[in-house]
Nanobody
Framework: QVQLVESGGGLVQAGDSLRLSCAASGRTFSSYAMGWFRQPTGKEREFVAAISWSGGSTAYADSVKGRFTISRDNAKNTVWLQMNSLKPEDTAVYYC?????????????????????WGQGTQVTVSS
């Protein structure tokens, strides 16, 4: 089992950058594929980025490709989401998610229902 705690959200202006962190508990973090999702107010949760347990494979939503970068450090039990060139439409609660997936180093998941564990979320607000 793993517990996830996000941090790093805040209020920024369009064009600014933020780095979200997700700290995971447990000794087997390196066995988990990780993902970031977001949910704007009044809208459904949507996929943002995903990374395999090895960190060698990543995926991004088209809306953030080229602006956001997902990365992880298994020694620190942490996954990050670097967000550059933020836009007002990036405003949402951002969630970190984990799925036990130790078998293939390149495997990641883009569907929310593939994940077993979720953090509490961190608010990102981008003003125009």
């Amino acid at each position: 089992q793993v517990q996830l705690v996000e941090s790093g959200g805040g209020l920024v202006q369009a064009g600014d950058s933020l780095r979200l962190s997700c700290a995971a508990s447990g000794r087997t973090f390196s066995s988990y594929a990780m993902g970031w999702f977001r949910q704007p107010t009044g809208k459904e949760r949507e996929f943002v980025a995903a990374i395999s347990w090895s960190g060698g494979s990543t995926a991004y939503a088209d809306s953030v490709k080229g602006r956001f970068t997902i990365s992880r450090d298994n020694a620190k039990n942490t996954v990050w989401l670097q967000m550059n060139s933020l836009k007002p439409e990036d405003t949402a609660v951002y969630y970190c998610a984990a799925r036990f997936s130790p078998y293939r180093a390149s495997l990641y998941y883009t569907e929310g229902n593939a994940y077993n564990y979720w953090g509490q979320g961190t608010q990102v607000t981008v003003s125009s």
